[in-house]
């Protein structure tokens, strides 16, 4: 089997897990699905991937409470609150110069789950990041379980070429 198939099965069972967990411990489900997502979609992987796709969402959440806040100030002047939105997407995109906030789309996914939860942001900060941690654990534990996979192949490969096709001729005194 090869690495997509490994993956989606680890997907599909830590998915499972993390309905239930999100239900039992109150969080979120579907944004904790767009942590996991943040992290599949980062260009970069393992533990420093992690940490980018983290902090880009985050600081989507915190943008998100700019607009929000900056909006509420005049809720009569809608232009300002449009202006505002303009600008602070404009600057969602350019903090990716910097490096550990190069990942626009974390950076959007954050804000626009902040958004569908009626700024809710606690709430969106701990079910993406558990989100997150979910993800990390579905792409990695799928890696693993292909590469293990992979290696028992290769194994199993390797002794049936160290074996002789045939069995060793005896001869017996006389021959």
Known sequence: MNV???????????????????????????????????????????LRGLVISTLTCLSGVFWAEV???GSSLRPE???????????????????????????????????????????????????????LLFGYAMKNSGLWLAERREKQRAAAQQSAMDKPPFPPVTRSEGS
């Open 4 to 46: 997509l198939v490994m993956i989606a099965i680890t997907t599909g069972i830590l998915s499972g897990i993390w309905g239930w967990v999100a239900i039992s411990l109150g969080l979120i489900s579907w944004a904790g699905f767009l942590g996991c997502t943040a992290y599949f979609a980062c260009p970069k992987g393992g």
């Open 67 to 69: 607009i929000i806040a």
């Open 77 to 131: 002047w809608t232009l300002l609150g449009y202006l505002l939105t303009g600008i602070v997407a404009f600057l969602m995109c350019i903090q990716a110069w910097q490096q550990w906030l190069a990942f626009v789309p974390g950076t959007f996914i954050g804000a626009c789950a902040t958004f569908a939860a009626q700024g809710d942001w606690r709430q969106v900060v701990l079910s993406l990041l558990v989100g």
